[in-house]
């Protein structure tokens, strides 16, 4: 069996948020899809030991965010690569509260859409919540940010809670010893290609960077970082 077949599945990048009481949580997910016009149903798929699992099964409610290709790597690390049981993950974030009380992202989303869970699926690691749609709204017309684009543009990698995480069979190495890992969140900095983001040009060694220079992905500093060779 070669797993390899399944990075050639299509998936668009989104996050979930759902509630618990007055608590807020968010998440990035990239297993969303529609279901059904009549009545209009669409699914997420997400981890049994992430918080906003624990949200959604309280509250029966979640709203799917659409995210842009012009979405930062930042804000992917703050819904994707942090726990809201450690982080707020609202606190800075421009949101308002939706029908049902979940929150709708204002920034970073082309559209959403708000659902009441109707069924969910119990599928060993994830659960997969099928919601009726009960509002929706395009925000935006950028091109929105597919998964394909996100892992070759973006050079994001998938933390492992994530439904198509594949664990890495052989680590990427560089043969002059310049790239280093995020032990955090897999993020690899390349020398070569620098980090555009926060104005690091090409060529820059990683003993260059400046000190407070942070992890783009998950915002985890140098001393996170591990050299590969
Ligand atoms: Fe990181």
């Known amino acids: 069996m070669n797993s390899k077949v399944l990075y050639k599945l299509s998936y668009g990048l989104y996050v979930i948020c759902s509630i618990n009481g007055t608590q ?3 998440q990035i997910a990239n297993t969303v899809f529609q279901i059904s016009s009549e009545p209009l149903t669409i699914a997420v798929s997400i981890n049994k030991n992430n918080l906003t699992h624990e949200y959604i099964e309280k509250s029966g409610v979640f709203s799917v965010s659409v995210l842009p290709v012009t979405t930062p790597l930042d804000f992917i690390g703050q819904f994707g690569f942090k726990s809201g ?34 069924q969910h699926l119990d599928v060993a690691t994830h659960t997969l919540f099928i919601g009726e749609v009960v509002e929706a709204e395009v925000l935006g017309e950028t091109e929105p940010m597919t998964y394909a684009y996100y892992q070759a543009v973006k050079r994001g990698l998938v933390p492992p809670a994530a439904p198509t995480y594949i664990k890495p069979q052989t680590m990427p190495t560089g043969a002059e010893g310049e790239k280093h890992k995020c032990t955090v969140c897999g993020y690899i900095y390349d020398s070569a290609q620098g980090d555009s983001a926060s104005g690091q040009a090409a060529g820059t060694l990683f003993s260059a960077l400046p000190e407070a220079w942070v992890c783009p992905v998950c915002g985890a500093g140098k001393e996170e970082f591990e050299a590969l060779s």
Do not use: H, Q, W
């Open 24 to 26: 807020l949580n968010g």
């Open 85 to 118: 049981r450690d982080v707020d993950k609202f606190a800075g974030a421009a949101y308002r509260t939706g029908l049902t009380g979940v929150p709708i992202l204002l920034e970073n989303s082309i559209g959403y859409l708000e659902a009441n869970v109707v």
